[in-house]
């Protein structure tokens, strides 16, 4: 009867103590609609398939190909997170030890005298021996420990992740910068082919005012508009320049010179991408699989944390040998000693660290999902600029490309006429200063298309696969 009183009183102090645990606001997904598709785009089934491509199979040309190939293996960025991964991985171990049983070996020696009134012979020193295995073991009932384990292996897959969204901007970064070295130096070449044309034309000039059918000033225009452009053409080479330091830095070293020069730059094939992706390409993207990984964690950590509550329950245990003196330890069975003990432990007072750690944890979980819904948001939104973006660049070089077609008929009718007198040298000047204008302008067009092609390439979380 004592022995069921006794329970029950213990049963309606764990339930009264398991009652108080604090409440603790709750945040959920707001269901966020995606819309079905970016910008009211069909979807092509050719994109279908996009989720599943490398970044080898995307990029064509053998110089980019071997520049990205040199930055994984050199970039110290991924270098870093490659530890990074290993630490999580080894927090992924820890854990797992902590729910295990425990095992280890005691041994033990030494001489011992106890006051002279405890037992008989108190005076005389004691010889004791004692050596064996030792077991220390708490129950997970609470699953407290494997909570924290799968926390673990979730923020290592995270981490995993993380590495990937790396890789994708890194690859981005490196096809941004050869795209723009080639930009840079089609635009010197441009300016060269002027020069000369410019210094051709004042040959011309500078023979009609020794014949008097012109002044001086037509020569000192065409001498300002020479030094302009050689002033222009020095500044595209500073940026040139600090474009093939940003590459090195990229590819892990320090500057020197590197092979990019592309044959073409204005009849340079984009990228094949469709702008008809689908939504479903955002599951991809490596920054959004790393957001819900560490939301899913978030939410076992207070799981964890909410167990710390709730009893917990150990067994400890001994076995082994054991005498007064080493003359007796000679593995007979008198000599064994073995014990076996269980244990509840409860945290009845003083709990406020472990109510701030539970509040600490519903917290981050709460943070963690409100970073997921940015990122889905910020991954969507981008994805669609990219694709606004590059439908309305397709528009703009194509009426670029028109306008220099025009520029340049037309400066060949103004040489023509000017040769034969019946124009000014202002209309010849003017003429090929808005043809070599309207060149540099499609090849900077030029690059943001590419650009743009690598940047939604980027949004739609390519460039990861096919690495280790």
Known sequence: ?????????????????????????????????????????????????????????????????????????????????????????????????????????????????????????????????????????????????????????????????????????????????????????????????????LTRINEIVSLLQQAGRTNKLAVQRFNAEVSKNQAKKFQLQQNLSIAENRMNALLGRFPQSINYQLEDFLNLDLPEIQTSVPVKLLENRPDLRQASLELQASKLDVDVARARFYPSLSIDGNLGYEAFNSKHFDGTQVGVAYALAGGITMPLLNRRGIEASYRTANNMQIQALYNYEQTLIESFTEVSNQIIKLKNLKYIYDLKSQQVDTLKKGTETADALFRAGRTDYVDVLLTQRDFIEAQIELVEIKNEQLQSSIGLYKAIGGGWRGQN
């Open 1 to 197: 009867m004592y022995k069921l009183i006794l329970f029950f009183c213990i049963y309606l102090s764990l339930f009264f103590y398991i009652s108080c645990i604090p409440s603790i606001k709750e945040e959920n997904h707001r269901n966020l609609q995606l819309p079905k598709n970016f910008n009211e785009e069909e979807v092509d089934e050719k994109t279908k398939n996009l989720a599943e491509e490398v970044w080898t199979k995307f990029f064509n040309d053998p110089h980019q190909i071997n520049l990205i190939q040199t930055a994984m293996a050199n970039n110290q960025e991924l270098a870093k997170l490659e530890q990074e991964i290993q630490i999580a991985n080894n927090e992924i171990l820890a854990r797992q030890g902590e729910y295990l049983p425990k095992l280890g070996l005691v041994a033990d020696s030494g001489i011992e005298k106890v006051e002279r009134f405890s037992t008989e012979n108190a005076n005389s020193p004691t010889l004791f021996t004692k050596g064996g295995v030792m077991m220390t073991w708490e129950i997970d009932i609470w699953k407290k420990l494997r909570n924290s384990t799968k926390a673990a292996y979730l923020r290592y897959l995270a981490s995993v992740e993380g590495r990937r969204f790396v890789v994708t901007n890194l690859i981005s970064e490196i096809s941004n910068t050869y795209y723009e070295m080639n930009s840079l130096h089609t635009q010197m070449q441009l300016i060269d082919d002027y020069i000369k044309v």
